[in-house]
């Protein structure tokens, strides 16, 4: 059994190689704005489907009308179609909102479906690694990389990713799974929240970092310094620089924190049960919907599904509905409101945290879960 597993490493073109990737990415954007508008038209006049297909045949004729479209590796032009399909998939099923036309700061990334050399080993694909060990490109040439970490498994896609001011490389890894062995003497139910960012059921409790509430201040600072300058000049242009790096702080600690948290968690239990929350639902609630998005539970539930994996363990996602209301030592449901952080159950006398008590609900429901998989199998 294999998967799938992204390493991401910072690189450090030249400017002229900014300058060159900066027009890539800008030619595939409008690549992607115009394939959207084509499909749209299509469809509103005559109700006919623009199929990926479709828009790499009318590439092909745009590559003779516009020469300067040939100055981009085939790959990453090809796969803007590709994406466009996904978004499309995304909205009919429901998962996200109908496409929009991409602006400058929505499309950072190249995506070259192969990379290395071709199977002949005597020619490269668009990106491989040059005998130095740097990046190479034809047209970019030699273009310096951080290997802080050795790439393990076998290299299936490659991404060139702008951040800010910085670039990244990004490759998507294919590797062997380890086989699953977990224990269920070392399984652990995980509640997250606000007050407190995780609660484990053997008491165990991880403080909230709130790193966007933290630099909430600098921000609101800093916004009120642009609004002061004049759009377009050099001191505005500085100002929005300042308030990008400090959302790419906010970020890159958010990040660094998830990462250490799930990479502890999945070293120490191998089986995690986990509320599977409902997010999107849940931040369009104006009055929680900042503190939801500052705390990352989506990308905390996705780091700990592949680190899982990557170990042998296994993540359990269970209903959250009533485990915070439900006696984790009778069963009986005790309503209470969001205010109050103590369960106490009349029936049975529990007293419990809140959340250590939803927490042993998570893992009682994540076992049951696992009891019934294997009756089934």
Request: with cysteine; hydrophobic share 30%.
């Amino acid at each position: 059994m294999t998967m799938l597993l992204s390493q991401k490493y910072e690189i450090f073109p030249t400017q002229e190689q900014k300058e060159m990737l900066e027009r890539w990415l800008q030619y595939c954007r409008q690549t992607y704005n115009s394939a959207l508008l084509d499909k749209q038209r299509k469809y509103k006049e005559n109700k006919q489907s623009y199929t990926r297909s479709d828009m790499q045949k009318q590439q092909a004729i745009d590559k003779k009308r516009y020469p300067f479209l040939k100055e981009v590796p085939s790959q990453p032009l090809q796969e803007v179609f590709l994406r466009l399909k996904k978004a499309y998939d995304g909205f009919f099923r429901g998962d996200a909102n109908y496409p929009k036309m991409k602006k400058y700061k929505e499309y950072n990334s190249l995506t070259f479906t192969q990379f290395g050399c071709k199977p002949n080993g005597k020619h490269r694909y668009a990106m491989s690694f040059a005998d130095n060990g740097k990046l190479y490109n034809k047209r970019l040439g030699e273009i310096d990389i951080l290997l802080h970490r050795s790439i393990e498994g076998t290299i299936k896609q490659f991404i060139i990713k702008r951040q800010s001011k910085r670039w990244y490389a990004i490759f998507s890894v294919e590797r062997q799974a380890v086989p699953s062995s977990f224990v269920m003497e070392h399984a652990i139910g995980i509640d997250v929240g606000l007050n407190k960012y995780a609660v484990l059921s053997n008491e165990m409790s991880v403080e909230n970092p709130r790193f966007l509430r933290q630099k909430e201040k600098q921000l609101k600072k800093a916004q009120r310094n642009l609004s002061k300058k004049k759009k377009g000049s050099a001191n505005y242009n500085q100002q929005v620089e300042r308030i990008r790096n400090l959302h790419e702080k906010v970020a890159n600690q958010r990040k660094d924190f998830l990462h250490k948290l799930s990479y502890y968690l999945t070293q120490m239990y191998s089986v995690i049960c986990m509320g599977n929350l409902d997010i999107r639902n849940m931040v369009r609630n104006r009055k929680v919907s900042k503190s939801i998005s500052d705390v990352g539970w989506g990308a905390f539930r996705n780091m700990l599904s592949y680190k899982c994996e990557k170990v042998g363990g296994l993540l359990v996602k269970v209903d959250p509905a009533y485990t915070s209301q439900d006696c984790s030592g009778c069963g009986n449901r005790v309503k209470k409101s969001l205010s109050i952080r103590t369960h106490i159950c009349a029936k049975c006398g529990t007293v419990l945290d809140r959340d250590h008590n939803a927490s042993l609900n998570i893992l009682r429901k994540g076992l049951e879960q696992l009891c019934v998989r294997a009756a089934e199998d």
